[in-house]
């Protein structure tokens, strides 16, 4: 029963917060899709492995597409943008002896420019998303560093503190860390460098459910 009249106050009908500020949480589920390049990841492997051909292809051929989950938390400012901590996760296999997975933790800021020139009492906003984070992802093989990100999220609200939308998320890795056996990535000798970064290219799309509290201060 509370979780019920907790439900109903929050979709209770209002003002949206599309101007307003304070504490925003958000989770996204959709689809995530890694790309790498393996000649790229193979010519910087020659001389550090004695099959840098079959390293490469392995690593690639394991990466597979597949379900995301990302969280975030932050704070926004009158609605015009914010910061967040934000978390990805995927993984494919999970169920079995090959399972695989990778994701990035790290920070996101966002800008919504709509408030300089629209009412500021509409059901709507977007924002550009943009940020950096740690990555890691793997099967038999890993990769691991640093990782750009940025992206666009809509949001429609329900009441005035929440809504629902859609993400599109793109992230770039510059890992510079090959990792020869995911299970044991942090033994000696088990990882070799990637002096020109790993390239390639993760995209996600979902669907978001957000909420946001209003903190004094912030509106």
């Not at 967040?84 to 695989?100: F, H, K, L, P, Q």
Request: aromatic share 12%; proline share 4%; charged share 15%.
């Amino acid at each position: 029963m509370r979780a019920l009249a907790l439900m109903l106050v929050l979709c209770t009908p209002g003002v949206a917060l599309a101007h307003h500020g304070g504490v925003t949480f958000g989770v996204q589920y959709g689809y995530a899709h890694w790309g790498f390049d393996e000649a790229r990841l193979a010519s910087q492997l020659k001389g550090q492995l004695p099959n840098p051909e079959g390293e490469a292809h392995s690593f690639v051929d394991n990466t597979h597409p597949g379900q995301a989950l990302d969280l975030h938390l932050g704070f926004n400012v009158l609605g015009y943008g914010g910061v967040e901590a934000d978390v990805m996760a995927t993984g494919w296999n999970i169920t079995t002896s090959d399972r695989g997975g990778g994701g990035f933790v790290g920070g996101v800021a966002s800008f919504s420019p709509w408030n300089f020139f629209l009412s500021a009492d509409r059901r709507w906003d977007a924002q550009v998303l943009a940020g950096y984070a740690y990555g890691l992802v793997g099967q038999h093989e890993a990769e691991s560093g640093g990782v750009f990100n940025w992206g666009a999220r809509g949001e429609f609200f329900l009441s005035k503190t929440v809504s629902v939308g859609a993400v599109v998320r793109f992230f770039h890795p510059n890992f510079h860390d090959f990792i020869l056996d995911y299970d044991h990535r942090s033994d000696p000798g088990n990882t070799v460098d990637l002096p020109q970064g790993s390239g390639g290219l993760v995209w996600m799309v979902g669907a978001q459910l957000g909420i946001i509290v209003p903190v004094d201060g912030l509106q």
